[in-house]
C-alpha cells in the first residue's frame, strides 16, 4: 500500500464522510495518525459529520482556526484512496498507531528502571501501570481474575446483608425500587413506551431523582433540544409548568421556585446534556467516553431513543442494526462501569399493556438488556382537564431478580411521574 495512506483514508472521509462508521477501532486512540494536522481533521470531520454529509468550507474554517493551512486540504483530496477498501486503510493506520503506543509504552518500560524508584514496590507499581496499558493499547481484554469476581460476589453479599443497598442505584419512584432494588452498573436497561406516552418524561424523571441523591448522570438525545431537555428538568424538579408563565395571576412566588430551580442546572457536575444530529452509535460512544471523561463519578447515561441511532453498517435492515446497537451500548456499559438507559419506543398499534414482543425493530434487544421497564397509561384520561393520572410501569425483565408492575401518577402538566403511595401491584 501507498506509504500516503494515512492522507488518503482522510481524503476518502471528505470524500464519502458516511464512511466514518469504519473507522470505529479508532475512536479509542487520542492520536490516531502520526501527522497531529490529520488527527485534527479528524475530530472535525466527526464533530461536523451528520446524514447530510460535511460541509467542506465549515471544515477548512475550523481547520485555519487550528493552524492548518487550505493547500494542506487540496494535498489531502488530490491523495485521496480510492484503490483499495475502506477496512484496508482503517486496517493499516489502527496497526501503525498500536505499534507507536506500544513502542512508549515500552520505552517507559526499560525508563523506569532508571528511575530513582526507592523500593522495590515502587518498581513494580510503575512496571504494572506500563503493562496495563500495554494491554489497553493491543485491545486485549484482561478482564478479572475468578478470584476477583468471587471477592466481588461476596463484597455484594456481605452489603446486603447488613441492609447496605449502596450496590444499586435508587430511581426514586419507590413502586420500582420496591421490585429491583434499583439498578446496577455495568448493565444496560430498556425504557419503552408507545409515542406520546411519556418514555421521554419517564427518564428525565428519574435522571432528576438520581442526580438529587448524588449520582452522576448523563442524557444524549437525537430528538430533543438541550434546552428542551433542561425546562422538562426544572419542570420536575420545581412542579412548576413553563406554560403557567402564560397566566397573568401567576404568583411571583412560583416563578421565583421555576428560575431558582433552573439556575441550579447552570455548572452542575451531576448533569450532563448533550444533542447531536449524528446518529452513529460510534458518535453516541465518544459521546459517552467524552461525558466520563469530564466526570469520571458518572454512573447513568440516559439514550433517547435507541430505534433512532444508526449501526456501523448502515447497508444492513433496521433489525440488525439495532442488535449491534444494542451490543455496543452493553460493551459501552461494562467499559465506562456506568449503567445505560436506552429509551425505546414500541409499536403504535392497540392501546393493551406493552409486552416485550411488541418493541419495535427490537434485534437482540431483550436478551442484551439487564432491565426492560414497559411503561403504559392510558392517554384519554387526560382529556377533560384530568392531568394527573394512573400509570403502569411493568418491570418486564429483571436479569436474577423479581419482575412485576409499579403503579405510579403521572402528571401531565409538568411531566413528572411520582409515586401512588396508596397502592402497589403484587
Do not use: W
Not at 469504519?22 to 472535525?44: A, E, T, W, Y
Amino acid at each position: 500500500m501507498d506509504s500516503n495512506y494515512e492522507m488518503q483514508l482522510i481524503g476518502l472521509l471528505i470524500n464519502k464522510p458516511r464512511l466514518l462508521d469504519s473507522c470505529q477501532i479508532l475512536f479509542g486512540f487520542n492520536s490516531p495518525f502520526r501527522d497531529p494536522r490529520l488527527n485534527k481533521i479528524f475530530i472535525h470531520i466527526q464533530q461536523i459529520y451528520d446524514f447530510n454529509g460535511i460541509d467542506k468550507r465549515e471544515l477548512m474554517k475550523l481547520g485555519v482556526k487550528n493552524n492548518i493551512p487550505l493547500e494542506f486540504y487540496s494535498d489531502i483530496i488530490s491523495k485521496s484512496g480510492f484503490d483499495v477498501s475502506i477496512s484496508d486503510y482503517v486496517q493499516s493506520v489502527y496497526n501503525d498507531a498500536v505499534k507507536r503506543q506500544l513502542e512508549s509504552l515500552g520505552q517507559t518500560l526499560i525508563n523506569c528502571a532508571k528511575d530513582d524508584l526507592t523500593t522495590a514496590a515502587d518498581y513494580l507499581r510503575v512496571c504494572r501501570t506500563t503493562i496495563d496499558g500495554i494491554e489497553k493499547a493491543s485491545c486485549i481484554n484482561t478482564g478479572v481474575s475468578i478470584t476477583e469476581a468471587i471477592n466481588e460476589v461476596k463484597e455484594k453479599a456481605e452489603m446486603l446483608s447488613q441492609g447496605d443497598n449502596q450496590h444499586y442505584m435508587k430511581t426514586g419512584i419507590l413502586a420500582i425500587d420496591k421490585i429491583i432494588m434499583g439498578l446496577t452498573v455495568k448493565t444496560m436497561s430498556i425504557f419503552a413506551a408507545r409515542p406520546s406516552v411519556g418514555k421521554t418524561a419517564g427518564a428525565i424523571t428519574i435522571m432528576s431523582n438520581m442526580a438529587q441523591q448524588g449520582i452522576a448522570c448523563g442524557f444524549i438525545s437525537v430528538e430533543m433540544s438541550e434546552a428542551e431537555i433542561i425546562e422538562r428538568l426544572t419542570q420536575v424538579r420545581s412542579d412548576v409548568s413553563i406554560y403557567s408563565f402564560a397566566h397573568e395571576n401567576m404568583e411571583q412566588e412560583r416563578k421565583n421556585h421555576f428560575f431558582s430551580h433552573l439556575e441550579s442546572f447552570e455548572g452542575n457536575p451531576l448533569i450532563q446534556i448533550e444533542r447531536t444530529t449524528n446518529r452513529s452509535i460510534n458518535n453516541i460512544r465518544s459521546m459517552a467516553i467524552t461525558m466520563k471523561n469530564n466526570n469520571p463519578e458518572l454512573k447513568v447515561i440516559f439514550i433517547d431513543y435507541i430505534q433512532k441511532l444508526k449501526g456501523p453498517d448502515t447497508k444492513q435492515d433496521m433489525r440488525h442494526q439495532i442488535s449491534e446497537v444494542s451490543a455496543i451500548i452493553t460493551d459501552m456499559a461494562t467499559d465506562l462501569k456506568i449503567h445505560i438507559m436506552a429509551l425505546a419506543q414500541i409499536n403504535r398499534e392497540g392501546d393493551d399493556v406493552p409486552k416485550v414482543k411488541n418493541l419495535k425493530e427490537t434485534g437482540n434487544l431483550e436478551q442484551d438488556a439487564h432491565y426492560i421497564f414497559l411503561l403504559h397509561r392510558d392517554l384519554s384520561a387526560q382529556h377533560g382537564g384530568n392531568y394527573n393520572n394512573d400509570a403502569v410501569i411493568g418491570i418486564a425483565k429483571n436479569r436474577g431478580g423479581r419482575t412485576g408492575s409499579a403503579i405510579v401518577k403521572y402528571n401531565a402538566v409538568t411531566t413528572r411521574f411520582y409515586d401512588d403511595f396508596h397502592q402497589y401491584a403484587e
